[in-house]
């Protein structure tokens, strides 16, 4: 398995307080992502990096802000939780060595996250 | 632009029985096209990509599925369920310098 660490794996906030999701890789892939996943909505895209402080907005970013400071770490915050922000996030990596993203992604456990 | 439709939300069939799950895509560029499968509580694992190479495209654990550009599909089969393979399972389609889409998924449901 790729190595991939997703920390917390689980947490539960209260609305308007600040969240960080952490994503470690071990891997040195160039590629990261975050992801969210919602019963009927598959995963939907949130913030993607493709190189150190090289970042671009997904599908569904607002609300979200992401880092990249090293090629292993990938972070994701909320700046305000909502409750509309409960669900569970998933890292993703990918060794894509082209502009393209079509390589294989490689998923952590993901985080479940409650807003109350 | 790229998108994805997964035509079942849910399927079901008993074991032994052959899978079909559906998938259409639109695509602008010439596409990349993956079923992914997760399995309850877990991540997202590769089941198998089609890159342009050969149109049927072969897979773990027995999956296979066939890209047929006339009809923008690339339906998932396999001959026979096993109990093991109730899951999810997400098309995905690529193209040009965007991100992956995926689908909503097919919940695969199998009946012993």
């Known amino acids: 398995d790729a190595g991939i660490t997703q920390s917390p794996r689980h947490k539960v906030t209260e609305t308007g307080t600040p969240v960080t999701l952490r994503c470690h890789q071990t891997e040195n892939h160039r590629y990261m992502y975050w992801y969210r996943q919602d019963p009927g909505h598959g995963l939907r895209l949130i913030h993607y990096?493709?190189?150190?402080?090289?970042?671009d907005k997904g599908e569904v970013s607002d609300g979200y802000s992401v880092s990249r400071s090293k090629t292993e770490d990938f972070l994701l915050t909320l700046e305000s939780a909502t409750s509309s922000q409960t669900s569970v996030y998933f890292c993703?990596?990918?060794?894509?060595?082209?502009?393209?993203?079509?390589?294989?992604?490689?998923f952590g456990s993901g985080t479940q996250l409650s807003v109350l | 632009a790229q998108s994805v439709t997964q035509l079942d939300s849910h399927v079901s069939v008993s074991e032994g029985t052959p899978v079909l799950l559906r998938c259409n895509y639109s695509?602008?560029?010439?596409?990349?096209l993956f079923w992914y499968v997760q399995h309850p509580n877990k991540g997202l694992q590769l089941l198998l990509k089609?890159?342009?190479?050969?149109?049927l495209v072969k897979g773990i654990n027995g999956f296979e599925a066939e890209f047929k550009k006339s009809e923008t599909s690339f339906h998932l089969t396999k001959p026979s369920a096993h109990m093991s393979d109730a899951a999810e399972y997400f098309c995905v389609v690529s193209g040009g310098n965007t991100p992956l889409v995926f689908g909503k998924g097919t919940r695969l449901s199998v009946i012993a």
């Open positions: 993703a990596i990918s060794e894509s060595v082209r502009t393209g993203h079509n390589e294989k992604l490689f």
């Open positions: 089609y890159t342009s190479a050969a149109t």
């Open positions: 695509s602008s560029y010439s596409p990349s």
């Open positions: 990096s493709y190189g150190v402080k090289d970042t």
